[in-house]
């Protein structure tokens, strides 16, 4: 009894299986394939998987899980995990108005690549002669060279503003930090601060 041919649905099974993807999206047949089916006498019509296909169980940057999934919604999620790679990615933030508490704020890099810090402190200058409040960005370096800091100081005796936005080549599973401290008796300021992941591309 002749054995009946099998449907394009499991062929495309069979092939993901044998390529390791048990659980991924099903691809379209490649070349070899369909080449093999025709000689057998089961001749297929090519099925065109949206490019990239992305049969693994994560996409790269979200780590978006694509298993269990059909080939085009495994797509649409590579596809959108690429369009989110070019846009930054906020990672912590704090915001603070007339404190007299130092505040600090912490991630840790996901992956060695670009982060932007930026700070805005603004001092009401009702605080005593020659005392400040001082906030120190702390990161390791992307190289191996260790621990790396930056210093930025608002002067607390007068109404003033300081800000910055500092890019950091950070190494990932590392910390980057931002810490403050005052220098004399406390008095009111106010203080945002943003760590942003940059993206590796873009499409402006």
């Known amino acids: 009894m002749a054995t009946p041919p099998l449907s394009l649905l499991e062929l495309q099974k069979a ?107 603004k001092a009401a200058g009702t605080g005593g002669a020659g005392t400040t409040y001082t906030k120190t960005i702390s990161y390791y370096a992307a190289d191996g060279s260790g621990l790396q800091q930056v210093t930025l100081i608002l002067p607390l005796d007068s109404e003033n503003v300081v800000m910055e936005t500092y890019p950091l080549l950070a190494l990932a599973g590392t910390p980057i930090s931002t810490s403050g401290v005052f220098s004399g008796a406390p008095s009111p300021y106010t203080l945002s601060e943003r760590i942003v992941e940059m993206p590796l591309t873009s499409n402006m």
Not at 80 to 101: F, G, M, R
Request: net charge negative; no cysteine.
């Open 15 to 121: 092939q993901a299986e044998a390529e390791g993807f048990v659980n991924g999206p099903y691809p379209a047949l490649n070349p070899a394939n369909l080449n093999t089916q025709d000689s057998i006498g089961n001749p297929q019509t090519p099925s065109v998987s949206p490019v990239p296909y992305y049969p693994s169980a994560e996409t790269p940057n979200l780590q978006l899980s694509t298993d269990d999934m059909s080939a085009a919604i495994a797509n649409n999620f590579v596809i959108l995990d690429a369009v989110t790679a070019v846009v930054p990615v906020l990672q912590a933030s704090l915001q603070v108005i007339n404190s007299v508490i130092p505040q600090t704020l912490s991630v840790t890099a996901a992956k060695t690549t670009l982060y932007n810090v930026s700070i805005y402190m």
